[in-house]
């Protein structure tokens, strides 16, 4: 607590190595706010300078936090293929309106090893024909993997496009049994 007796906010943070490369967890007394791919220290880095300034408190690392344990432990169960739901709070401060209704739909909607079309989800949501603002959405989206926009794909067969790659979208289609494991 603060001199006022208030909670303050601290935002913590922590690297953690995956299939897909290293992934930067973010975390608020409220839950899970922040996911980021490719987590180099370059991309890590920028990554905690927009959380700094969006979440108004410099994020500190601190792997063992309470606020970070359980989200550090079920991603690394997903990634050994022993979970397929995340079950944490999600501190949803970084979105907000059609993109948070979206991901919220998604994150209760999609189950692993299904996948949905941009515009299947668009009427999910009652406007069947915003397929386009879905994938901004999808695009706007802080929390991958957790929230897991990998799993919205073309109506026509197309994989989409993916804020980690396609190469990472098809690692994680795959790992979900969607997609064959690549050859190479």
């Not at 909670?7 to 839950?31: C, F, H, K, M, N």
């Amino acid at each position: 607590m603060d001199s006022h007796g208030q909670y303050e906010q601290r935002v913590v943070w922590a690297v953690v190595r995956t299939g897909i490369g290293p992934l930067l967890l973010a975390a608020t007394r409220d839950g899970l706010v922040n996911v980021v791919f490719h987590a180099t220290d370059e991309v890590r880095d920028g990554a905690l300078e927009r959380l700094a300034s969006r979440l108004g408190h410099e994020p500190v690392e601190e792997p063992g936090s309470q606020l970070l344990t359980e989200a550090i432990r079920q991603v690394e169960a997903y990634f050994a293929g022993e979970r397929h739901a995340f079950d944490l709070p999600l501190d949803w401060s970084l979105i907000s309106g059609f993109n948070r209704e979206v991901l919220r739909e998604l994150a209760r909607g999609v189950p692993f090893g299904t996948v949905v079309g941009y515009g299947d989800l668009a009427r999910r949501v009652g406007l069947p024909g915003a397929a386009q603002a879905v994938g901004m959405a999808m695009g706007a989206n802080p929390l991958p993997v957790v929230v897991p926009c990998h799993r919205v794909v073309e109506s026509g067969g197309g994989i989409g496009g993916f804020g980690g790659g396609l190469e990472t979208k098809r690692r994680l289609l795959a790992l979900e049994g969607v997609l064959p494991e690549p050859l190479f």
